[in-house]
Nanobody, 124 residues
């Protein structure tokens, strides 16, 4: 069984930064892809970023490219999402995801394991 636990959410002013963390337990960390999705109130869940540890590829949604950075620490079984220049439209619940080989990576149905989510609120 795989468990994902997110942390690091909170309230921040526009232009500020936050770093989300996701601790994973289960099978070998480096053999999987991990990523982040988010869901704002009244909106559909959307892809944010993903990294495939097997091939080293990294993907970002256009809306966060240049502002967010996904990274990981295989020794700690943890993936991070560094969020800079935050905007009110970034307000959402952020979910950590993991899968052996998600395809397509930007679709939520491609990911088997989900965390409980952490709230990020950006005030104007």
């Amino acid at each position: 069984q795989v468990q994902l636990v997110e942390s690091g959410g909170g309230l921040v002013q526009a232009g500020g930064s936050l770093r989300l963390s996701c601790a994973a337990s289960g099978r070998t960390f480096s053999s999987y892809a991990m990523g982040w999705f988010r869901q704002a109130p009244g909106k559909e869940r959307e892809f944010v970023a993903a990294v495939n540890w097997r091939g080293g590829s990294v993907h970002y949604a256009d809306s966060v490219k240049g502002r967010f950075t996904i990274s990981g620490d295989s020794a700690k079984n943890t993936v991070y999402l560094r969020m800079n220049s935050l905007k009110p439209v970034d307000t959402a619940v952020y979910y950590c995801v993991r899968d052996a080989d998600p395809s397509p990576y930007y679709s939520d149905y491609a990911w088997d394991y989900w965390g409980q989510g952490t709230q990020v609120t950006v005030s104007s």
